[in-house]
């Protein structure tokens, strides 16, 4: 390894762990702050910028739990995945998983069941937000297909949806927390999971409850099952002279609300 490769080499390896000793040649010079001095600019600036990613992509997580508790989060998160993007956009879409992980083995955290689901809510508005354009499935798209078509029919949903099932009143806790001044409510767990929706329509990202049969029937036509199937498993929790109305009126919904890319036919 040449000098400057070694240089580098050390440099990454003091900013990740700055309590190691570094392995270079620093040299001090007249005029100018302590090697060691510089060195911890570096590695502070590199902490405080991820802190900062993930305190701006968990607002209300860290409202909720406070600055030291969240701090202490962060801090173990940053240690644990160093940053290997190119844009620091995705660095914290692993907190959700690692949160999991530390409320279940760390007692400081214990208490707070709620903290990983309400991690999920957040991650998956961000990605809901910067998800790509696309055209959207219109109503006249769908006036067009003939009549004997649609029992084969299978829909394409557009990028920015997300499904959660929901154990605690995460959406509630989220809109109080991200209140101007933010307001706090109790954490409370559902007598039973919840099915929400999470979306970007046109450029407001907007979330809301599934009613259980619109859950199922969303749930199978996003797997790639075609509209006949769909409605099957719809009669399943619905009486059968029910459903062609109740298949037709979601759909409609989901497509003024943005839902639907593509109808396409299949064999």
Known sequence: MNRLAELQSNLQHYILNPENEVRAHWVSEAGRAAPSYQLAVYANAYMSRLKEVLTNDYPALSTAIGCERFDKLAQAYIKQHPSRYFSLRD?????????????????WYRDLGWLAELAWFELRLGQAFDSADCALLTEQDVTAIAAEDWLFLRFEFSPSLYRLDLEWNTPAMWKALTMDPPQTIDALKETSENGWLIWRQDLVTQFRYLEPDERLFLDALRKGVTFNDACEQLAMGLDVARVPMRAAGLLKSWIQQGLIVKALLTD
């Not at 660095?91 to 007692?107: A, K, M, R, V």
């Open 91 to 107: 660095y914290g879409t692993q907190f959700p998983d690692f949160i999991e992980l530390t409320i279940n083995s760390d007692p």
